[in-house]
């Protein structure tokens, strides 16, 4: 099982960044697939899920009504396309798999696999 995240960078504040996550080793379809990040001296918070429940999607809600979800089943892969980027949002980034559903997606203690994490930096 591996997942491979990738897409981070340096953007100014306001700008856009897409993350994916490509996936393999496991039945795509069966699986929860979440955004944490984890900014320095911080405890790693969920982000977002997609197929959480039944093929619901959930974001923290610092994130709502910037950040979204997505996937392309075809080619096993999760993305967040994150706008109106700000300085706070400034974290590494992982995704994370576990079988779904989960219903607190938030938790990092559940999750079976993770990727290898990917910086995003948001300059002011």
């Known amino acids: 099982v591996q997942l491979q995240a990738s897409g981070g960078g340096l953007v100014q504040s306001g700008g856009s960044l897409r993350l994916s996550c490509a996936a393999s080793?496991?039945?795509?379809?069966?699986?929860?697939i979440a955004w944490f990040r984890q900014a320095p001296g911080k405890e790693r918070e969920g982000v977002s899920c997609i197929n959480c429940i039944d093929g619901s999607t959930n974001y923290t809600d610092s994130v709502k009504g910037r950040f979204t979800i997505s996937s392309d089943n075809a080619k096993n892969t999760v993305y967040l396309q994150m706008n109106s980027l700000q300085p706070e949002d400034t974290a590494v980034y992982y995704c994370a798999a576990v079988l779904s559903p989960v219903f607190l997606w938030g938790l990092v203690d559940l999750y079976d696999y993770w990727g290898q994490g990917t910086q995003v930096t948001v300059s002011s």
């Open positions: 080793g496991f039945t795509f379809d069966d699986y929860t």
